[in-house]
C-alpha cells in the first residue's frame, strides 16, 4: 500500500473511531415523565349510579383540587395520567387515554373528559384479576416514565375469573406499583373483610398502600388524599409498603 493509501485507511479508522466516541458521549435519552398514573374506577353490579355518579365527581373534583394541582407540578417532569373502569371479566373501557399533565389547562382537560364519561357497563360481576392484567398493559404502552403505579378503587371483592396472584404473575408487572381505594360502604366488611383483602391481595410493589373512604360520600377525600401521596417526589412519597384507613 501507498502513502496515499496508508493516509486514506488512517483517515478512515480515524473518522470511525471519532464517531464510536461521539455516540458514546451522547447523553441517553431523557425521560418523558415522572410518573405513569392509571386510576382504574369500578362499575360493577354492586355500584349503583347514584354511586358511580359521586365515584366520578369526587374523581374529577379530587384531580382539580388545588393540593393534587400542586402535586402535579412538583417537579419540572410532567405525569402521564389515564383512567379506565372494570366490572366483569372482558368489560374494562378507557375513560382517558394517556394524557401528558404538563400545564393547567392540561390537568382541566383531562379531568373534564372524566367529567363527562358515561359509565359503559352496570350489571357485571367483581372481576380484579381481569382489571389489574388489562391494567397492566395499559401502563405497558404508557409513555415513558421514571416510575408507574395503577390504582384500583373498589367496594368489593374479587368474584369472577382469575384472583390477583394470578394477574401479577401472568402479566408484565415488573417496576409496577398498584395501590388501593377502598369503598368501605358497608359495616360488615371492615379488618376481616374487603379492607383486609386490599391489603393482603391488591397491594403491589415498592411503596404501595391503601387508602380507605367511608361510603361513596367519602371517594373524594380518599382520592384527593391518595393522589397527593402518589404524586410526591420519590423520596417523600415512597414510603414503604404500609396501609390508612379512613380518618
Known sequence: MGVDGEHGALVIRSAIL?????????PAAAQECRLALALAID????????EDALQRSG???????PEVTEA???SDLPVALAVYEWSGRYNQEIILDWRIIDSRAALLSAAETVAQSKRSHNDFPTAMGYALGFGAKLLERAPDCLRKTLDMAG???S??????ANAYREFPFDGVTVNGLVVNAADFEGEVGLIAFYRREVMFGPGAFVIVADGFEDYERAMRRKLERELAPPAIGSLGTDAETAG
Open 18 to 26: 471519532w464517531a464510536g466516541l461521539s455516540l458514546a458521549a451522547l
Open 43 to 50: 362499575v360493577s353490579s354492586s355500584v349503583d349510579a347514584r
Open 59 to 65: 374523581t374529577v373534583a379530587a384531580l382539580t383540587s
Open 72 to 74: 402535579f407540578f412538583a
Open 155 to 157: 367496594d368489593g371483592q
Open 159 to 164: 368474584n369472577e375469573g382469575f384472583p390477583p
